[in-house]
């Protein structure tokens, strides 16, 4: 998430480069595709973090081949920031980081919605439950969550 905000935060601080990155964006998809800063007061920007960027993956990758070593205009802390667009790993974590957010940012848009009310609270949570428990097999770092005495086996129990 660190590296994901970093690479978003630089493109949202340098004018120029973000610009760039649009027309790689238009070139490339026929559209803009906007990236999202994580807010730790609003819920939800972690995943359009994360979808953000790899909704931008090929344009991001293709201003990197180009402006990455480049001097003009590209200063060094930039170059550092963007970094982890030229490494495999990082997208690999980023896909990883948005199957285990997706649910997560469903069941938050599901519980803003007009349509939403108190009944539909406790469901809500036991599907959200499932979806996590069975990703636990995918990726065993959410089985911290899911330990007895774990933050959202502790959450589910007061709720039922």
């Given at each position: 998430?660190?590296?994901?905000?970093?690479?978003?935060?630089?493109?949202?601080?340098?004018?120029?480069?973000?610009?760039?990155?649009?027309?790689?964006?238009m070139?490339?998809?026929?559209?803009?595709?906007a990236?999202?800063?994580?807010?730790?007061?609003?819920?939800?920007?972690?995943?359009?973090?994360?979808?953000?960027?790899?909704?931008?993956?090929?344009?991001?990758?293709?201003y990197?081949?180009?402006?990455?070593?480049?001097k003009?205009?590209?200063?060094?802390?930039?170059?550092?920031?963007i970094?982890?667009?030229?490494?495999?790993?990082?997208?690999?974590?980023?896909?990883?980081?948005?199957?285990?957010?997706?649910?997560?940012?469903?069941?938050?848009?599901?519980?803003?919605?007009?349509?939403?009310?108190?009944?539909?609270?406790?469901?809500?949570?036991?599907?959200?439950?499932?979806?996590?428990d069975?990703?636990?097999?995918?990726?065993?770092?959410?089985?911290?969550?899911?330990?007895?005495n774990?933050?959202?086996?502790?959450?589910?129990?007061?709720?039922?």
């Amino acid at each position: 998430m660190d590296k994901a905000q970093g690479v978003a935060k630089a493109f949202k601080n340098a004018t120029l480069q973000y610009s760039r990155l649009r027309e790689f964006q238009m070139e490339i998809y026929g559209e803009h595709h906007a990236l999202v800063l994580s807010v730790i007061t609003r819920w939800g920007t972690q995943y359009r973090l994360v979808n953000g960027l790899l909704r931008s993956k090929e344009a991001l990758k293709a201003y990197a081949l180009r402006y990455h070593e480049a001097k003009d205009g590209v200063s060094a802390k930039f170059r550092k920031a963007i970094a982890p667009v030229t490494d495999y790993v990082f997208w690999g974590e980023l896909e990883e980081l948005a199957e285990i957010l997706q649910p997560l940012d469903e069941a938050i848009k599901t519980s803003e919605s007009q349509k939403g009310h108190l009944g539909h609270v406790l469901q809500r949570w036991q599907d959200l439950y499932r979806a996590l428990d069975q990703t636990t097999t995918q990726f065993p770092i959410l089985k911290e969550l899911f330990k007895e005495n774990g933050a959202l086996k502790e959450q589910y129990f007061i709720l039922t």
